[in-house]
C-alpha cells in the first residue's frame, strides 16, 4: 500500500496572519518533518485561495475577515512547508473542501492500493471537510488524521473536529 500525505492550507493566515492561532504555530515543525517523511511523489497539499471580493461572498458575510486572497503574504504557504513540499502538487481551493484534490486522489487510488494521511489547518474547518469529502469519494481506502499536526481555530473546536472525523471512520491518532 502507498501511503499519500495531504497537507491541508499551511498558509501564513492561518499560522500567524489574520486568523493565526498559537497552536498552529506550534505544529510547523512537525508537519514539515511529516512532509520530508514521505516520498516526494506522495505527497500532495491544498492553499485556501480567495479572491479580492472575498468579502462579498457567503463565506466572507460569515467569516468577515480578509483571508488568503490570492497573491497576498497571508496566501502564501509557510516557508518551511513550502521547502519541505518542494514539487508536490498545490490545490488551490477556494472552499473548504477540495473536489480536484478528491478527484486526483480518487484517480490514483483506481491504480493502486493507497492509504492516506492529512494534517493541517483548520482542523475544524478545511481538515475535517477534506477529510469528510475523500472518505465520501474513497469510502474503503483509510484515512488518518494525526491530531499532533493539526489546530483548530479552538483547541475546543479542534477536539470536535477530531470527534466527528472519527464518528465518520477517519482513524485519528496521537491523542494521547
Known amino acids: 500500500m502507498n501511503k499519500i500525505l495531504i497537507v491541508i492550507d499551511m498558509q501564513n493566515d492561518f499560522i500567524d496572519g489574520a486568523l493565526g492561532t498559537a497552536e498552529a504555530c506550534e505544529i510547523v515543525p512537525a508537519v514539515a518533518e511529516r512532509i520530508r517523511a514521505y516520498e516526494p511523489g506522495n505527497v500532495y ?19 468577515p475577515v480578509a483571508h488568503c486572497i490570492r497573491g497576498s503574504e497571508g496566501w502564501q504557504i509557510r516557508p518551511e512547508i513550502a521547502e519541505a513540499l518542494g514539487d508536490a502538487p498545490v490545490f488551490d481551493k477556494p472552499t473548504f473542501g477540495s473536489t480536484a484534490l478528491a478527484d486526483a486522489i480518487l484517480e490514483r487510488s ?3 492500493e493507497i492509504g492516506i494521511e492529512i494534517c493541517g489547518l483548520c482542523t475544524d474547518i478545511c481538515v475535517v471537510s477534506n477529510a469528510l469529502l475523500l472518505k465520501a469519494y474513497m469510502p474503503e481506502v483509510p484515512i488518518t488524521v494525526d491530531a499532533r499536526l493539526c489546530a ?5 473546536s479542534h477536539e470536535k473536529a ?6 465518520c471512520q477517519v482513524k485519528v491518532t496521537g491523542t494521547d
Open 162 to 167: 477530531l470527534a466527528t472525523m472519527q464518528m
Open 152 to 156: 483548530g481555530v479552538t483547541p475546543e
Open 45 to 63: 497539499a491544498t492553499r485556501d485561495t480567495h479572491e479580492e471580493h472575498y468579502m462579498d461572498t457567503q463565506e466572507g458575510r460569515n467569516l
Open 110 to 112: 483506481k491504480k493502486e
